[in-house]
C-alpha cells in the first residue's frame, strides 16, 4: 500500500491513475445530486416550524461540512509538503483552496437566506458565522499569498505555514455553539449522540452530503490535473500525451 501510495506521487502516474477514475466520480456525483435534490426537496416532509423554507438547510449544512474538511484536507496537504517535499501535495493544497472557498461562500449565503425569516436579520456576528467568514478569509489567504510570490517553493512554504497555522479556526468553528452563547442552533448530527433529525429528513440529508463529498473529488482530481499539466508542460510524458491525440 505504502508502495502505491510514494508511487502515485508522481504527476505522471497521478495523472494517468486519477483519469480512470475521474469519469466514474462525475457519473456517481450526478445520480447523488439528482437523487438527494429530488429527495430533500419535494419527498421530504414539511417541518411543523419553519415550512418549506428549512429546505435550505439541504444545501446549507453540506457545504458547511465541506468548508470545514476541505481546510483539513488542504492543510494536510500542505503540512505533507512541509515533511517531505512532494510536489503533488501543492498541487493538492492549491487546488482544495478555490473549493474550499466556494463551499465556505455558499455555506454563508445559504445561512443568511436561512436566517433572515428564522432570525429576522440577515447577518449576525455570531461566533459560527464570524468564524466561518473568517475560514473564508483563510481561504481567500492562501491563494492570494501563493499567487503573490513569483517563486513557487517560497509561495508554497509560505501558504502552507498560513494553512497550518489556520487549522486553529476548525476546532473554534465546529464547538462554537457549545463554547459561546449563539443564535445558531446547536448541531442536529453528533457522532456520539446521533442524530436528532427524523428519518425522513435526516437520510436526503445524508445522500446531500455524500454528493458533496463525490463532487469534491471530483473537481479536486479535475483541478489537480489541470495543474499537473500546467506544471510538467515540457516533460516527455505529456508532450507524448499531446502527439498520441
Given amino acids: 500500500m505504502w508502495k502505491f501510495i510514494l508511487k502515485l506521487t508522481s504527476f505522471r502516474n497521478f495523472y494517468q491513475f486519477t483519469g480512470k477514475l475521474l469519469p466514474w466520480f462525475g457519473i456517481i456525483t450526478f445520480i447523488l445530486f439528482a437523487i438527494g ?32 474538511f476541505v481546510y483539513i484536507v488542504m492543510a494536510t496537504s500542505a503540512a505533507i509538503h512541509l515533511i517531505w517535499k512532494t510536489k503533488l501535495s501543492v498541487v493538492i493544497a ?11 461562500f455558499l455555506a454563508l449565503v445559504t445561512g443568511a437566506i436561512w436566517g433572515q425569516p428564522t432570525w429576522g436579520t440577515w447577518w449576525v456576528w455570531d461566533a459560527r458565522l464570524t468564524s466561518e467568514l473568517i475560514l473564508l478569509f483563510l481561504y481567500i489567504g492562501y491563494m492570494s499569498l501563493y499567487s503573490a510570490i513569483e ?6 512554504r509560505a501558504a502552507a505555514i498560513l494553512a497550518i497555522v489556520g487549522i486553529v479556526n476548525i476546532p473554534i468553528i465546529h464547538f462554537s455553539v457549545d463554547w459561546w452563547f449563539s443564535l445558531h442552533q446547536s448541531a442536529s448530527i453528533s457522532v456520539s449522540k446521533g442524530s436528532s433529525m427524523h428519518p425522513s429528513m435526516f437520510w436526503p440529508l445524508l445522500v446531500m452530503a455524500t454528493a458533496y463529498k463525490f463532487y469534491f473529488v471530483t473537481v479536486l482530481i479535475q483541478r489537480a490535473r489541470n495543474e499537473i499539466l500546467e506544471r510538467d508542460q515540457n516533460a516527455n510524458w505529456v508532450k507524448e500525451m499531446e502527439e498520441s491525440l
Avoid at 517563486?151 to 508554497?156: C, H, I, L, V
Fill in 37 to 68: 435534490l429530488y429527495w430533500s426537496l419535494v419527498i421530504a416532509p414539511i417541518d411543523y416550524q419553519q415550512k418549506d423554507s428549512y429546505r435550505i438547510l439541504y444545501i446549507h449544512v453540506p457545504a458547511a461540512w465541506m468548508s470545514l
Fill in 94 to 104: 492549491n487546488s482544495c483552496a478555490p473549493i474550499g472557498a466556494a463551499f465556505t
Fill in 151 to 156: 517563486d513557487r517553493n517560497s509561495a508554497a
